[in-house]
């Protein structure tokens, strides 16, 4: 059987062959030490959202979206349907994925260290937005981008006793609280009491946590009036929790803006409508648009630039005037 002759490549040829196939390897990566793009040449981003439990996260999720498109990010979505299991699922799963930046809203505060570790040993930077997380390690995420929510409810607090100093009597007042647990809901809580404080006629009689949701804020709101029979002011810790108490308050035969005086927090457009129409009376603003800012901030930290630990949005507060001259600006 005649012998076939077989030409091996010559060492210099496998030599090239190696180089090639590893730059090709590495190049394809997308999460590797060199810090390449992902293989279309795109920063991958894994955002684990709360959920769409109200206009604000709607108009919320809307500005990252748009924010990532229009800075050629290829965001991988996750949303989480206000469960904190969900967004421990979906920042694993960016993990696996190998995004080059994670960021999310965190539900609640705690219970966010062991996944965080994941993602630290995976060298996947984390960028914290809209909420934070009350780890004591802050080399677990990159930054927060974020409202100041005590501040919220202080402003909150600080306008009802300028609305309520010549009152005789005890100034009644029911809470309803945000998700249970959450920054927003435990810091807008502080603000507001701080604020009230030194004045002992303004009294928080009843307070419960509606989810932020407008469901949430009626059936609350149903079981204050009927156990308190004197309701003077509502503090809502978010406009959709307010709207929904707006149904149980006019079911009660009572008039909203009237005879029960109601504070709000996030200015989304339902809300400054419901100011305007003197449903509401005052509303301290917390924008949800933080997608462009986002978006370069996951830029930066993949590029392994310094950003700062603390990024606060600038916010203001609206009167029923003042609603209605904004109205027809609002972008969300
Ligand atoms: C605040 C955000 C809150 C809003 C609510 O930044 O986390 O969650 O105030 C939303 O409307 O549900």
């Given at each position: 059987m005649k012998r076939m002759r077989t030409h091996l490549p010559s060492r210099k040829a496998i030599a090239v062959l190696t180089a090639a196939l590893l730059a090709t390897g590495m190049a394809a990566c997308g999460n590797s030490d060199t810090g390449d793009k992902g293989d279309d040449g795109k920063i991958t981003l894994g955002f684990s959202q709360v959920g769409a439990e109200s206009g604000w996260r709607t108009a919320n999720t809307t500005s990252i979206k748009e924010a990532a498109t229009g800075a050629g990010i290829d965001l991988k979505f996750d949303d989480a349907q206000q469960k904190q299991e969900n967004q421990i699922k979906a920042i694993r799963n960016f993990i696996q994925q190998k995004v080059d930046v994670i960021a999310f809203s965190p539900v609640v505060e705690s219970g966010w260290d062991t996944?965080?570790?994941e993602a630290k040993d995976a060298k996947i930077p984390v960028i914290l937005t809209d909420r934070s997380v009350d780890s004591a390690d802050k080399s677990l995420y990159k930054t927060f981008l974020g409202s100041d929510f005590v501040k919220e409810g202080r402003l909150a607090g600080e306008w009802l006793v300028e609305q309520k100093k010549a009152a005789g009597g005890p100034v009644n007042i029911v809470e309803l609280q945000g998700t249970t647990g959450s920054a927003p809901a435990n810091d807008r809580k502080k603000g507001f009491a701080e604020a009230i404080a030194a004045?002992?006629?303004l009294k928080i009689i009843a307070s419960q946590s509606g989810d932020f949701t407008r469901a949430g804020g009626k059936q609350v709101m149903e079981q204050f009036l009927k156990a308190n029979p004197k309701i003077?002011?509502?503090?809502?810790?978010?406009?959709?929790?307010?709207?929904?108490?707006?149904?149980?308050?006019?079911a009660a035969?009572?008039?909203?803006?009237?005879?029960?005086?109601?504070?709000t927090v996030d200015a989304v457009k339902d809300g400054m409508q419901a100011l305007a129409d003197g449903k509401f009376n005052f509303i301290a603003e917390c924008s949800p648009l933080l997608g462009p800012q986002l978006m370069d901030l996951v830029k930066k930290v993949h590029n392994?630039?310094?950003?700062?630990?603390?990024?606060?949005?600038?916010?203001?507060t609206f009167t029923q005037e003042q609603a209605k001259e904004a109205l027809p600006n609002r972008k969300y």
């Open positions: 996944v965080l570790k004045n002992p006629n003077d002011v509502l503090f809502a810790h978010n406009d959709d929790m307010g709207l929904g108490a707006l149904e149980a308050i006019t035969g009572k008039v909203p803006g009237k005879d029960i005086t109601i504070i392994g630039e310094q950003v700062p630990a603390r990024i606060e949005t600038q916010e203001t």
